[in-house]
């Protein structure tokens, strides 16, 4: 291990690093991250002992400054053509600074609750849960996806003239979701199992579907809907009550510890359960219970490769720096905590005084136009990591992100993408599928 | 319950078998069946029953715009008529009189909470013009408060200016007006609710469909719907805007158009008592049905009449373990029994759910007849009561994957491992109960009270009952 002012130097380095880019719409650490070792690679300019503590400072910061990248960067016009997710609504409404104050009540206190957890539960109470529950696994992952279509809640229908026409407004949104997670899927496996990408690509093959999916389809919708520009009130002021503050911090701890632990399940799955389990009600409840299921499901899920008892690779970022190093020790995982806390710090203080500056100078820059560059920039970084194959996936991908936003469906029926190849695997039946398509 | 608690409790069901869990294990997923038995009644009713259940009357307050899906929709002069008196939409046309400017006095009743009725009198502005878009010509009113804001929205008001009006439809001497507002009027609601609940007095039943009020912006016009019989009213407050998460963000209408108050000639009673909140998602379906009540005759609401029917009962859990055996010996599975009967327990097990819950079910038809009212120990959406059922399926599932697990995992006996995991449910259940005895009561006085009404009493003397 190396000694604990160089451990927290390159945290430090991490949580720039993370604070600088997390911001951007359409921005994921985990690309920003496997470009990063794809361009500059690990262990000349940084130890490789230090970096699943670099990892850790930057996941940290993501998970709290991309609040403002989700508040202030995702903006739509007032017809609201879509359904607008809480934050979305706050912005309209001049309160962005309040919904990025609100996930901050959230990640706080969902970092309280992980290194909490950390220090005295989950060393306990993890491994011999997860022992019992692992082979289930598949069982718990179908069942969610089974779930998702099951619970899928009719958005339109009541309006129809007659019976008939009301059922079919009310399947046609149900029939868009099941359309676009199995587009998803197919495009999934045949990234995941065919030479379609460059084997150099191993690491980052899925990266440009899940830009096309959640950066770049949100990217252009914001183009799209050309969004106006409305004034934010820079007050610090919150509208929310120490119940609901609770019940969100329960529900989003929950949903986050479900993504974190088991594998492909993500924070919005987990979120999903949790808000039915705990029936969670209130736009403020909902962005709190985001900021602590989003630090939960992101340094939670990587944290849990420090774990000494458990040591499970969960999330692209683990993987990434498990394939460099992994950490042994008891004083590692220790180390790691420390490091958690140091970086939330550091991240609360950047995301409140980006967000009050971003709400004193909302309207300087237009958001389309910051939309376009970042466009281009999602367009190199996958080209960088995959090559032009890559961009064929990533226009793909784009185009099924944005099916689901004209189906007025959930976004998330685009994790088929990573759901279905799994499951496929899972159950031993990827040659027949490989067949099926004439792919082998 | 939320559709999870009953989707887990399916979920737990199936692990209660070894043979299943010895298939999971294999990675054999058939089992998810049960999950999906135990979610079933809720998607039946609420994917298929809710679309195609009968409306008698369907109240729609603001009428979507066709493409943009929100309300207020922009109709033409030439398309309103009587039948869209209260209702809330935008015309845009051209001034083309102005017919009156003025001050005065104006006097409205308002509410207050405790029910009681206050004369208000305010001074206010108003303007008169009529509005010409071509199609033909209609009055605009605009005064009070409303009045400010359209004037601060359009300057002064003159012949020739093209304008964008919102408001609702009324009736006047001179036949249909625009009065200007920023939501509908309450009165419409509350004048074919209680329509409905006289007709289905004298004809058995009457199924009303209300509709929410989508504003541009995904937020939504809060409207209350409150049943009183002790006064023998319906009465509809329009409240604020809401998001679809539930907050408040202002928008509150003025007083003088904020209620609509309508009387019931005949008995009725409320089951709930709460008054119907309509905000976000979509709105209720109520239906009234005439009953008895303690030996007299009245009209009884019942909230959402497609759900807990037919499939909320034991005889669709019986129908659901006899297809699913059917079907998957048919194909060959080798524990088609045990899914079965796991797949009935789930069903069984949202029914039994439910029935904590206020609502009740139709157990055992064509046995029963009718729902057997729910035991009260929380609402639906109650977080504790869902987290404490969802939790104790949890534990079941840990409990029974260790226990048929050989070596077990967790080296624990059976009791002490149960114990362990489901405290944080029975601490639960226990609030639950504790919390339950005080609405029961609030429920029990309320029938108490409506038994001993004078308002009844006085129709028996005039032969109304």
């Known amino acids: 291990m190396l000694p604990l002012s160089d451990l927290l130097i390159w945290s430090l380095a991490g949580v720039l690093f993370g604070a600088l880019i997390s911001w951007i719409p359409g921005f994921h650490i985990f690309n920003i991250m496997a470009l990063l070792v794809a361009v500059f690679g690990v262990g000349e300019l940084m130890p490789v002992q230090a970096f699943p503590f670099f990892a850790i400072g930057a996941i940290v910061a993501y998970a709290y400054v991309s609040a403002i990248s989700s508040v202030y960067f995702s903006v739509a016009d007032e017809s609201a053509v879509f359904l607008l997710f809480p934050t979305q609504r706050y912005l309209l409404l001049g309160r962005g600074h309040e919904a990025v104050l609100l996930y901050l009540i959230g990640a706080v206190a969902g970092t309280l609750f992980l290194v909490i957890g950390a220090l005295f539960l989950f060393p306990r109470i993890l491994p011999p849960i997860y022992q019992a529950t692992s082979p289930y696994i598949t069982y718990f992952l179908v069942a969610i996806v089974v779930f998702m279509f099951m619970s899928e809640w009719p958005k339109e229908g009541d309006r129809g003239r007659t019976p008939a026409e009301r059922l079919w407004l009310a399947w046609r949104q149900i029939f868009g979701g099941i359309l676009v997670f199995f587009l998803s899927g197919l495009l999934g496996f045949i990234v995941m199992n065919t030479n379609l990408l460059p084997t150099t690509s191993a690491y980052t093959r899925l990266t440009p579907m899940f830009i096309g999916f959640f950066g770049m389809s949100w990217v252009i919708l914001n183009i799209l809907s050309n969004p106006p520009m409305l004034e934010q009130v820079p007050d610090d002021r919150v509208e929310s009550s120490l119940y609901n503050t609770l019940k969100a911090t329960f529900g989003g701890a929950l949903g986050g510890t479900i993504a974190a632990v088991y594998p492909i399940i993500t924070g919005g799955m987990g979120a999903l359960i949790a808000g039915h389990m705990t029936s969670q009600r209130g736009d403020d409840a909902f962005i709190i219970s985001q900021g602590v299921n989003r630090v939960i499901y992101y340094v939670g899920a990587f944290t849990l490769l420090f774990l000494p008892q458990l040591r499970l690779t969960r999330g692209a970022a683990a993987w990434l720096v498990s394939s460099i190093y992994t950490p042994k020790s008891y004083a590692e995982y220790l180390a790691a905590i420390g490091a958690i806390l140091l970086s939330a710090g550091i991240s609360f203080l950047f995301t409140y005084y980006l967000s009050r500056f971003l709400a004193k100078s909302f309207n300087v820059v237009h958001i389309k136009k910051l939309s376009y560059v970042v466009a281009v920039t999602l367009v190199v970084i996958s080209y960088l990591l995959t090559g032009p194959m890559g961009l064929a996936v990533l226009f793909v991908s784009t185009a099924i992100g944005l099916m689901a936003a004209a189906f007025n469906t959930r976004r998330s029926y685009c994790l088929g993408g990573l759901i279905l190849p799994v499951l496929i695997s899972m159950t031993g039946h990827t040659g027949y599928f490989m067949h099926l398509l004439g792919l082998g | ?465």
């Open chain 2, 1 to 465: 319950m939320r559709g999870f608690t009953h989707y887990i409790s399916g979920l737990a069901a199936a692990t209660f078998f070894a043979a299943l869990v010895g298939d999971l294990r294999l990675g054999i997923l058939i089992p998810v069946i049960a999950a999906a038995s135990a979610y079933f009644p809720d998607f039946v009713d609420f994917k298929f029953g809710k679309f195609l259940a009968r409306r008698d009357y369907e109240i729609d307050p603001a009428p979507w715009d066709e493409k943009k899906h929100y309300a207020p929709r922009l109709v033409k002069v030439s398309e309103l008529s009587e039948e869209n008196r209260y209702q809330f939409f935008a015309i845009e046309g051209t001034v083309e009189d102005i017919l009156a400017r003025g001050s005065g006095k104006v006097s409205y009743k308002v509410l207050r909470e405790d029910g009681s009725e206050e004369t208000v009198t305010e001074e206010y502005n108003s303007i008169v013009f009529t509005l010409n878009d071509g199609t033909g010509k209609i009055t605009v009113e605009a005064f009070g408060d409303d009045y400010e804001f359209f004037e601060e929205e359009f300057g002064k008001i003159e012949e020739g200016k093209k304008l964008l009006v919102f408001g609702y439809v009324d009736v006047g001497e001179e036949g249909l007006k625009l009065v200007v507002s920023d939501a509908p009027h309450p009165q419409g609601i509350a004048d074919t609710i209680a329509r409905a609940i006289e007709e289905a007095y004298r004809e058995g039943e009457r199924i009303v469909k209300i509709h929410n009020i989508r504003l541009p912006g995904d937020v939504y016009r809060r409207f209350l719907v409150h049943l009183d019989p002790p006064r023998r009213e319906v009465r509809v407050e329009m409240g604020p805007i809401v998001t679809p998460g539930g907050v408040a963000i202002g928008g509150e209408v003025p007083e003088y158009r904020k209620y609509g108050v309508a009387k019931v000639s005949v008995p009725f009673i409320k089951t709930y008592p709460k008054p119907t909140r309509i905000d976000s998602f979509s709105g209720p379906e109520i239906a009234f049905r005439r009953a008895q009540f303690r030996g007299k005759t009245v009209v009884k609401d019942r909230f959402l009449p497609w759900h807990h029917g037919f499939s909320h009962s034991l005889t669709m859990g019986m129908i659901i373990g006899l297809v699913v055996f059917a079907f998957f010996k048919l194909i060959g599975y080798e524990h088609a029994t045990e899914l079965a009967l796991a797949s009935m327990i789930g069903q069984w097990l949202h029914v039994f759910e439910d029935q904590l819950g206020f609502m009740g079910s139709n157990l055992l038809p064509p046995i029963t007849k009718d729902v057997v009212p729910g035991f009260k120990l929380g609402e639906s959406g109650s977080g504790l009561t869902n987290f404490s059922t969802a939790w104790l399926m949890i534990a079941f599932m840990i409990w029974n994957f260790n226990r048929f697990t050989d070596p077990r995992p967790i080296p624990m006996s059976d009791a002490k491992l149960l114990l362990l995991l489901a405290w944080p449910s029975i601490v639960g259940f226990a609030i639950a109960i504790v919390r339950s005895f005080r609405l029961r009561r609030e429920i029990s006085e309320l029938m108490d009270y409506y038994t001993n009404l004078e308002a009844f009493e006085e129709m028996e003397e005039v032969g109304g009952i």
